[in-house]
């Protein structure tokens, strides 16, 4: 089991720049320690006084309004000690909440594929909460208690040391029962944390496949299984509460034994007239004050254990560099869309058995050319490498004759335009997506317009023109119209060099010829390079490139590979019988 501790050092790096908000709140909290002594010594005055025993120089009514001042002065002191820790505390999470979001736009997909979708959204939410909690009310906790117990030791020992050795005996005790339980208290919040992520995992699961589930009649399966982990997180809610609940419930009994022990003793001195009546009553609030110290620190350790942890998971994604982020900074001159790819080998992390190996060809500015393969060749594997959402190896690929790891990913992103599969829409209008990413540019209707028109995006498919509202993630769209308004989004970028990863496999016929048609009147001015399963719309390139099982098998014309009669032909065989399905 690992023992616990507490991330000082990273704790202290996330709250740089909170110093001056931080000090005001200690001297919040110094003022209202200092303000808490004082209250037992008047009431010890008042007490004495009221039994006769000793005569002062304040009266009972000025004591009680010393005693009245000294509460509302201590009060005062809780805003800026509040509002120093507090919050301090929030904006530290949300300059966290910021840090996290925007470093995972810049992780790869294979560093993404690591983690669930529920899993970082717990990171994000239930984690950062934590250390919220840990940074604002732990550290509070833990100043304010460490305090009272170099403060209140001392007051005791110089009013009764006997009783004051009384007082002070349950400390080792609790120490040592609070270590034993801060470290259940840890792995019961792990736990909780990687239960809470696969709960979210799952409702995202449910709420994106909620058509799929009604129209296979699985409702009940479906959500027995989120019930089940909806309970299993409750469980470990329950155990933790139980945990937190025990501490402080445990070490309150073992003050609670050393304040009666205190009763029985102080009574006797009373009696022996060593202490006066009000000074034990002053001395049993003193006494009373040390169940917060021992309570409160350890409650310090809890909350600021469960930050660390917690802290641990959310570091866990942001020491995570962005992959393909060049080493260079300088910016090379425009690209002009050429590639070279050299005996490319290459297998993801973890997997042993290459997805592609001994891969080379070239492609010159302006060419059109395909890449076909069955499923699972290496197709996809290849684009993703040349589009820099994966990481070749060095010297493997080039753009225009520059190692692409050299290139700077701002730079790679302007002059390669990729159109996936599967495309994702974004909340707005159709006109606001085909801009994605370029609305600080000047607004071109033409430039728009042709690119909806080259993507043929037209009246029929949406009457309200561009202004048409697309719902989050195109869900009010058809697959085939998604994939054209991305198509219309990569288009309007005019980028060199155009990768379409079977971006018109959801597109009918009719609408796909018109497509390529416009898409053959780019060139020579782009460099398109094009991978889909319908064989009929490569006919317009130059070159065809094939892939099988991760290799580079053929090249060449499309009469070239027929007259071959290898692995093209063979695909091509297959066609017309699937190309007849998708006629209307």
């Known amino acids: 089991m690992r023992k616990p501790g507490i991330a000082w050092r990273r704790h202290g790096e996330l709250l ?118 840990g940074i604002g009310m732990g550290l509070l ?54 239960a809470a992520g696969a709960m979210n995992e799952k409702a995202i699961e449910n709420a994106r496949a909620a058509e799929t589930v009604r129209a296979f009649g699985i409702e009940e399966w479906q959500s027995s299984q989120f019930t089940d982990l909806a309970t299993d997180t409750m469980e470990k809610n329950l155990k933790l509460a139980l945990l937190e609940a025990g501490f402080g419930t445990s070490l309150q009994v073992l003050v609670s034994l050393g304040t009666l022990a205190l009763l029985v003793l102080g009574g006797e001195q009373v009696l022996g007239r060593k202490l006066s009546t009000g ?25 600021l254990r469960k930050s660390s942890e917690s802290l641990a998971r959310i570091d866990e994604i942001l020491t995570v560099a962005p992959e393909g982020e060049p080493k260079e900074t300088e910016m090379p001159p425009a690209l002009a869309g050429s590639i070279e790819v050299r005996t490319l080998t290459y297998s993801p992390p973890g997997e042993k058995k290459p997805r592609l190996e001994q891969v080379s060809f070239r492609i010159r500015p302006g060419e059109r050319v395909a890449l076909v393969g069955s499923v699972g060749s290496g197709k996809s594997t290849l684009l993703d490498l040349l589009s820099g959402y994966l990481e070749p190896p060095p010297g493997t690929i080039f753009l225009d004759g520059r190692d692409l790891r050299t290139i700077p990913r701002p730079l790679l992103r302007q002059h390669v335009a990729v159109v996936p599969e599967e495309s994702f ?91 390529f048609g416009h898409l053959k009147a780019l060139t020579p ?60």
């Open 16 to 133: 740089r720049g909170e110093g001056k908000h931080l000090a005001w709140g200690a001297l919040g909290l110094l003022g209202v320690d200092l303000l808490d002594l004082l209250p037992p010594v008047v009431l010890a005055l008042l007490v004495d006084q009221a039994l006769g025993k000793k005569a002062g120089a304040l009266s009972p009514v000025h004591l009680g309004l010393a005693y009245i001042g000294l509460v509302v002065l201590q009060n005062a002191f809780r805003f800026p000690m509040r509002m120093g820790f507090l919050g301090a505390s929030l904006r530290m999470a949300g300059r966290v909440r910021e840090r996290y979001g925007s470093h995972l736009l810049g992780l790869s997909r294979v560093t993404l594929g690591r983690f669930t979708q529920g899993d970082l959204i717990s990171r994000a939410t239930t984690d950062l909460e934590a250390v919220e909690r």
């Open 141 to 194: 906790f833990f100043l304010d208690s460490a305090f009272y117990l170099l403060a209140i030791p001392p007051t005791l020992l110089a009013m009764s040391p006997a009783l004051a050795l009384l007082a002070l005996l349950p400390l080792p005790l609790v120490g040592a029962w609070a270590y034993f339980l801060i470290a259940r208290i840890g792995k019961a919040t792990e736990a909780l944390s990687r």
């Open 279 to 303: 000074w034990f009553v002053a001395f049993l609030q003193y006494a009373g004050m040390m169940a917060w110290p021992l309570t409160g620190l350890s409650w310090g350790f809890v909350l």
């Open 425 to 515: 829409l974004f909340s707005g209008t159709v006109r606001e997506n085909i801009r994605l990413g370029l609305h600080e540019a000047p607004l071109d209707d033409h430039k728009i317009g042709a690119a909806a028109s080259s993507a043929s995006l037209d009246a029929r498919a949406f009457p309200l023109g561009l202004e048409a509202e697309v719902t989050p993630e195109g869900k009010s769209l058809s697959g085939g119209e998604r994939q054209r308004v991305s198509l219309a989004r990569a288009l309007y970028r005019n980028a060199p060099l155009l990768i379409l990863d079977n971006a018109t496999s959801a597109v009918d016929l009719g609408t796909e010829e018109h497509i």
């Open 525 to 584: 001015e782009k460099t398109l390079l094009i991978a889909t399963h319908r064989l009929s719309r490569i006919k317009d390139v130059h070159r065809i490139l094939v892939l099988d099982e991760g290799k580079l098998v053929e090249e060449g014309t499309e009469a070239e590979l027929l007259a071959r009669n290898g692995v093209y032909a063979a695909l091509a065989g297959s066609q017309p019988l699937e190309e007849a399905f998708d006629q209307p």
